[in-house]
């Protein structure tokens, strides 16, 4: 047995081995790594809502690019891949087309046209956007070089080297472009616009499930255009006088979104073309009726624009504002006098209205 001295010899070791280890543990808890998990912020594109491809905007402008919409400019090609595609009356009771782009490109877009006097209006709000064009008449260039926007006409200098002349096409529909080849020529501090409508995932309160199935605006009898809610698309499909309008790739043409203005039209005083045919003439600002299509349903208000830098305000009839679904948009800027049927398609065989100045 141990004496008493061999027993304080064995505490002692005792408290020594549980020193060490405890030491040891203590060791091995403050060298355990410790991780903080950092949440990936998602930005959203400033013209559609969505989530920007990789997370983040891309740094530069607004691009808009003005495309023909004649019969013998279709089948379009890069409308569906736009932010945003702005719809204007042209002569003729025809419309031309200004696709933007910011968050996505497109390789082929076109065909390219000359501007309109509408065009102003439309880009000043896209906060000094880069504007590709066809040329166009003197009194429609000078009022270009007078917006807040980057003019640049391909027909002119050193900017026809970006311009692809697509087989199978005759002039003046051939012209095409690429949007990769655009954005180079923009200045290098050009930034992102800022947003020019408001979105939500879910339609506004007290929206009624099919009132927008459709919506029929009848520009002209080239020009009759249905929008028609494709659900299992989750988007609204485009038809031309009951026929799906196809894009060169074969895909309809389709968007999460259709907002029809009615805006005041007049025949200016300047001759667009030989025929002498007068350029329409498009007030950007002042307040209109409005339907916003969204997700399958209608939402009547009305439209306030009280400068030309600044967006539009969509108010619903209620008072209360109106969103988009995240999603690309096309915005319809009807003459004042067409009557925009939303809910059901055309009536077979019925005459579309011509456009009125």
């Known amino acids: 047995m141990l004496g008493t001295a061999g027993m304080l010899v064995v505490a002692a070791v005792a408290a020594v081995f549980l020193t060490q280890a405890s030491a040891n543990t203590a060791s091995k808890v403050r060298l355990t790594p410790t991780t903080t998990t950092v949440p990936v912020v998602v930005q959203s594109c400033p013209l559609t809502g969505a989530p920007a491809p990789g997370g983040t905007v891309p740094p530069r402008p607004a691009l808009g690019i003005k495309i023909g919409n004649y019969a013998g400019d279709r089948p379009s090609s890069g409308l569906n891949q736009a932010d945003i595609v702005f719809e204007e009356p042209v002569e003729g009771g025809v419309t031309r087309l200004v696709s933007v782009f910011q968050c996505q490109g497109a390789p082929l877009v076109g065909d390219l046209r000359s501007a309109r006097q509408p065009d102003a209006g439309i880009l000043s709000q896209l906060s000094n956007p880069v504007f590709v064009h066809a040329g166009g008449i003197n009194p429609v260039i000078n009022l270009l070089a007078g917006a807040p926007l980057i003019d640049k006409n391909l027909y002119q200098g050193s900017n ?198």
């Open 160 to 357: 026809q080297s970006a311009i692809i002349q697509e087989p199978g096409r005759y002039s003046p529909y051939s012209t095409f472009v690429n949007t990769a080849s655009l954005w180079a020529l923009a200045p290098s501090d050009a930034a992102p616009p800022g947003p020019i409508f408001q979105f939500s995932a879910a339609p506004p309160p007290g929206s009624v499930p099919g009132s927008g199935a459709s919506v029929h605006i009848p520009f002209s009898n080239s020009s009759d255009v249905t929008w028609q809610w494709s659900p299992s698309a989750g988007k609204y499909l485009r038809l031309y006088s009951g026929t799906p309008d196809r894009l060169l790739d074969g895909s309809q043409t389709a968007a999460s979104n259709v907002v029809v203005m009615s805006v005041q039209t007049y025949y200016g005083s300047w001759v667009e073309n030989d025929q002498g045919g007068h350029e329409v003439d498009v007030t950007a600002t002042g307040s209109g009726p409005l339907v916003v299509m969204r997700d399958g349903v209608a939402i009547a208000g009305t439209w306030s624009r009280t400068s030309l830098t600044q967006p539009a305000t969509l108010t619903a009839a209620n008072g209360t504002p109106i969103t988009l679904q995240p999603g690309n948009t096309w915005e319809e800027l009807v003459p004042a006098g067409i009557v925009v049927t939303p809910g059901a398609s055309p009536a077979v065989g019925a005459p579309p209205a011509r456009t009125t100045g």
